[in-house]
């Protein structure tokens, strides 16, 4: 199984919550959260920053 992070970036407000749950594929950049991985194989703390946004701007898709 595959997944796709959508990440929206307008929408961003660079809070770093996401950074915090999930350092591991998300970073700060003038900002903005930006994802390390846009694909990849397990959800893993991607899931965690997106359930944390308060913007509701991560969303995972199966692939
Ligand atoms: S948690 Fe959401 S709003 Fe905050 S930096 Fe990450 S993507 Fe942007």
């Given at each position: 199984?595959?997944?796709k992070?959508k990440f929206n970036?307008?929408?961003?407000?660079g809070?770093?919550?996401c950074?915090?749950?999930?350092g591991e594929?998300?970073?700060?950049k003038?900002?903005?959260?930006?994802p390390?991985?846009?694909?990849?194989?397990e959800?893993?703390?991607?899931e965690?920053?997106?359930?944390?946004?308060?913007?509701?701007c991560?969303?995972?898709?199966?692939v």
């Amino acid at each position: 199984m595959a997944y796709k992070i959508k990440f929206n970036e307008e929408e961003c407000i660079g809070c770093g919550a996401c950074v915090a749950v999930c350092g591991e594929n998300w970073e700060l950049k003038d900002g903005k959260a930006h994802p390390k991985k846009t694909e990849v194989e397990e959800k893993g703390c991607n899931e965690d920053a997106a359930e944390t946004c308060p913007m509701n701007c991560i969303s995972i898709e199966e692939v």
